[in-house]
């Protein structure tokens, strides 16, 4: 949250204005992170309420993720192996300066199923999809990290308050 604490539980729904974790009822733009993990990494977001450059400098995409750099010209380009620094981004081994990226998404697997946690939870992954075939064909979700034309927030996200 904005105001540096965590909530955590069940993601139950969410739309344009609200987020329910558990039996909290979130407005969106006090929600600075929201994350499948038991922290607040900056690996693998599910959502983010902000704009930051930082947040794709330390992404650190996986085999089975990307970063997609929208240019200001309109290209696209997809980085399978990504690095960053304030100034400049590289791309599988294309720099690209900060000055002409619009945008920054991170493409990450959509979170497991309640099924799924079950099924790793029993040890009976052979029935949970997501194992079958490394991955390939499990759906992936885009989250906007970066937005050069909104403010920036570079700070790092961590609960402050308990």
């Not at 052979?126 to 700070?155: G, H, M």
Request: charged fraction near 30%; hydrophobic fraction near 30%.
């Amino acid at each position: 949250m904005r105001d540096g604490r965590c909530v955590t539980g069940h993601v139950k729904s969410f739309d344009d204005r609200y987020v329910t974790v558990g039996s909290s009822r979130l407005d969106r733009k006090d929600v600075v992170r929201v994350t499948d993990r038991p922290d607040v990494a900056d690996h693998d977001p599910i959502y983010s309420g902000r704009s930051s450059w930082s947040d794709p400098e330390r992404s650190e995409p996986n085999k089975y993720e990307h970063v997609q750099l929208e240019l200001k010209g309109g290209a696209t380009r997809t980085c399978r192996k990504f690095s960053a620094t304030e100034a400049e981004a590289m791309c599988d081994g294309t720099r690209i300066e900060k000055t002409q990226v619009a945008r920054g998404y991170y493409i990450r697997l959509a979170p497991a199923s309640d099924w799924e946690h079950y099924a790793f939870h029993e040890n009976v992954t052979i029935l949970a999809p997501r194992t079958w075939f490394d991955n390939a064909f499990f759906p992936r979700i885009k989250v906007l990290l970066y937005d050069e034309a909104l403010p920036q927030e570079n700070s790092k996200v961590e609960c402050k308050v308990q």
